[in-house]
């Protein structure tokens, strides 16, 4: 059983940066995919970075060249480092986690939130213009 915990999220300005941590426990071996999602009251979850287990990385257009995602090399924390927020920006941050799927399964585009298997409680990020 993988448990997720985020943290770091916080209130920043407009231009400002934060980083979001996810520590990842429980994870027994073999292939996965990682990802930071955002989510407003009434909209779908929706995948902004991904990560998989040989370390390639896919972000959705609206944050590639702002946000990077990574993992520690003990693979113990997925770390989502956001640069010149907008407030655009401001959503509820889950990481999320699927087991036995990497490659193109982990790619922004070909995923859906409900395609995960563990989910944290998430931490919200609040950008002011």
């Known amino acids: 059983q993988v448990q997720l915990v985020e943290s770091g999220g916080g209130s920043v300005q407009a231009g400002g940066s934060l980083t979001l941590s996810c520590g990842v426990s429980?994870?027994?071996?073999?292939?996965?995919?990682l990802g930071w999602f955002r989510q407003t009251p009434g909209k779908e979850r929706e995948a902004v970075a991904t990560i998989d287990s040989d370390g390639s990385t896919n972000y959705a257009r609206s944050v590639k060249g702002r946000f990077t995602i990574s993992q520690d090399s003990g693979k113990k924390s997925l770390i989502l480092q956001m640069h010149n927020l907008k407030a655009e920006d401001t959503e509820m941050y889950y990481c999320?986690?699927?087991?036995?799927?990497?490659?193109?399964?982990?790619?922004?585009?070909?995923?859906?939130?409900?395609?995960?298997?563990?989910w944290g409680r998430g931490t919200q990020v609040t950008v002011s213009s």
């Open positions: 999320g986690a699927r087991v036995g799927y990497g490659g193109a399964w982990c790619y922004v585009a070909n995923i859906r939130w409900h395609d995960f298997d563990y």
């Open positions: 429980g994870y027994t071996g073999g292939r996965y995919c």
